[in-house]
């Protein structure tokens, strides 16, 4: 199965799969009931966006290899933490089920969190690909974002 990272407000590509907006805000202008139609995303994910400082921070002056590779480094704490860290957990279990991307309104893709989310979720998948969903949804349960009754088929 594939994770892609696209730019949201795009065209689908064939077997996409479930588009995740990974932004703070959604798009202006737009109602709600539009959001997938209109290919922004299917689900809006904003805990996995970076933070409001730190989009500040990075739109203040343009990139370069130095600022990049700190933005870097605060983005990869800020996943850190515990909401963002099951939300990741649980992507990389089901990018072994199914296809999915995750998605932006950034134009370059390779200075966009995006591509950072992209290779964490990998290298979460690649950690524990058989343990990934089952640690996902005990953290989820201990942390009571979801109920210990809700039942989740894994096939």
């Known amino acids: 199965m594939a994770i892609r990272v696209v730019r949201l407000g795009t065209a689908r590509e064939p077997e996409e799969g479930l588009r995740i907006g990974t932004v703070r805000r959604p798009p202006r202008g737009v109602r709600k009931t539009e959001y997938a139609r209109r290919n922004y995303f299917d689900v809006w994910l904003p805990e996995l966006a970076p933070s409001a400082p730190l989009v500040s921070w990075a739109l203040s002056e343009p990139f370069t290899p130095k600022r990049w590779a700190a933005y870097a480094r605060r983005y990869r704490r800020e996943m850190l933490k515990p909401a963002s860290r099951r939300l990741i957990a ?12 995750v998605g932006c309104y950034c134009e370059d893709e390779s200075r966009c969190h995006r591509s950072l989310l992209k290779q964490l979720l ?10 990934c ?3 996902a949804t005990s953290d989820l349960v201990a942390s009571k974002q979801i109920s210990a009754a809700t039942e989740i088929n894994v096939y």
């Open 90 to 101: 649980l992507l990389a279990a089901l990018s072994s089920r199914t296809n999915f991307s």
């Open 122 to 131: 990998i290298d979460g998948a690649r950690k524990r690909p058989d343990r």
């Open 133 to 135: 969903l089952d640690n």
